[in-house]
């Protein structure tokens, strides 16, 4: 039993904790075997994966606040930054920064073009990434948004319409996360370069995957008017969380990116990201996953993965009720309902039951709800399409879920408690009764409402 304040008195036995950690595991969701399809990469090849947990190891207590300190994490992030440029259109001296994830790098994009520019909108398809409007969030800027195509790809007239005198950056997606397909970069980028804006392909899903199929329309640094990139390792790159690179196509949008203070009388503080004392344990590990499968490695998952998600596309079409939203260019798929008694939310929680997890997404700006698969080499379509089948079915047995009328609109969320918030979320479903009621409730509010419930959720998630 732990103490109220959390902390044992006397210390515990490693192996005691350890047992512990495993036992608070068990209800995760897996993060290896491919019933996951999304947020987990796996490729299936468990001495990859050990090999990057050994690396993670080594590296775990070296601090990347200080270069002159730790130059072994200089010689890592030129080898990972000079490896991705060139794959990505880049060359042996495109700058670049290691960073925590997607969003970290998509924060240091868009500083950039802040501070090179002086200005502070984005211009950004509805589809992509929210990291755009949080990075916005942080640094005082704001989003534009332009609409998509009836192929979910920005329309690019949309994108001229939106450029004004304070544009600083627009945002093109390779591809978008929602339905996997690519917008139309090098219109795009030709429209940013005329008017003087800056772009940004947000490659952070399929920066490493896309390298490798054939037939992909150019969408990377050599495209005419890319000024910044950001790839995603910890995704298709299948390396541990906490690793993605930011490329700038000029020197200094990468020292607009960085970030100095001799503001005080301690250490000189001098950062390219945004954390300062960070383990270098996921530059290690990423570098030695990048290594040890190498481009015929990235080539065979990738194909492998464009394969399975092919055969998922082709195998909903058989299935009645369902069906794929766009054409996606990387292996992501979205899955809508066609029948209005069928649920796509009802139909997760059903293969939940199943074993499975399929990540809902919500309505939105006329897009429909649906079920995203982030597929890799490791999924197993015929097991996926049984599932979706007969959840499909159930899900229509079941029928939609039952909304409390008017329940959202009579809450005071400024008055509840997290407590009573808890309660209430109880009551409607969450845990052990399924999400269905719960996202179906969120689907039906506005984007606002619904991130101040989810605020409110994830307060009341973490006070117990
Ligand atoms: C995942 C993702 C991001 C954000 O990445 P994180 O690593 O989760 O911070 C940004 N853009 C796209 C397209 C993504 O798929």
Redesign the pocket.
């Known amino acids: 039993m732990l103490p109220e304040n959390g902390l044992p008195e006397h210390g515990r036995p490693v192996p005691d904790l350890l047992a512990e950690l495993a036992r608070l595991r068990a209800d995760d969701l897996p993060v290896r075997g491919g019933k996951v399809t999304a947020y987990v990469y796996d490729t299936g090849r468990a001495e990859i994966h050990d090999g990057a947990a050994r690396a993670f190891g080594e590296m775990l207590e070296v601090n990347c606040l200080d270069p002159t300190a730790f130059p072994s994490i200089v010689a890592l992030e030129r080898q990972i930054v000079t490896a991705v440029a060139a794959r990505l259109g880049g060359g042996p001296h495109t700058p670049g920064i290691f960073t925590?994830?997607?969003?970290?790098?998509?924060m240091l994009a868009v500083k950039a073009a802040r501070d090179t520019t002086g200005r502070t909108a984005i211009v950004a398809p509805i589809t992509?990434?929210?990291?755009f409007h949080k990075a916005a969030h942080y640094l005082g800027m704001t989003v534009v948004q332009v609409p998509v195509d009836a192929g979910f790809r920005a329309d690019v007239d949309a994108v001229a319409a939106a450029i004004t005198d304070d544009t600083a950056l627009v945002v093109a997606?390779?591809?978008?996360?929602p339905q996997g397909v690519l917008d139309p970069v090098a219109d795009i980028a030709a429209l940013a370069a005329a008017r003087g804006v800056l772009c940004h392909v947000?490659?952070?899903?399929?920066g490493w995957v896309l390298p490798w199929l054939p037939d992909v329309p150019p969408f990377d640094l050599s495209v005419p008017g890319v000024t910044s990139l950001?790839c995603?390792l910890?995704?298709y790159g299948y390396a541990p969380?906490g690793a993605?690179v930011v490329l700038y196509g000029r020197e200094d949008l990468r020292r607009a990116a960085y970030f100095a203070s001799a503001e005080w009388p301690g250490y000189t503080v001098i950062n390219s990201g945004v954390q300062s004392s960070k383990s270098a344990g996921p530059l290690g590990a990423a570098w030695t996953t990048l290594m040890a499968l190498g481009d015929t490695g990235y080539r065979a998952l990738a194909t492998e993965a464009k394969a399975a998600a092919d055969a998922l596309v082709a195998g909903v079409a058989g299935i009645p009720g369902l069906a794929v939203l766009g054409a996606p260019a990387a292996p992501?798929v979205a899955i809508a309902s066609t029948d209005p008694a069928l649920d796509v939310f009802v139909l997760a929680d059903k293969a939940r039951e199943r074993g499975w997890f399929f990540q809902p997404q919500l309505a939105y700006q006329g897009i429909p709800a649906n079920l995203h698969f982030t597929v890799t080499s490791v999924s197993s379509v015929p097991g996926i399409l049984e599932a979706l089948a007969a959840s499909a079915e159930d899900a229509v047995a079941a029928g939609p879920p039952d909304v409390p009328a008017g329940l959202v609109e009579s809450l005071d969320l400024d008055a509840l408690t997290d407590a009573d918030f808890a309660g209430l979320l109880g009551a409607v479903g969450g845990e052990g009764g399924g999400m269905a009621t719960v996202n179906a409730i969120l689907d039906g509010l506005p984007p606002a409402t619904r991130e101040a419930l989810l605020i409110r959720f994830l307060s009341a998630l973490y006070s117990g």
């Open positions: 925590s994830g997607g969003t970290e790098s998509i992509a990434h929210p990291a997606s390779a591809p978008s996360y947000d490659a952070c899903v399929g950001s995603d910890h995704k969380k993605s992501l």
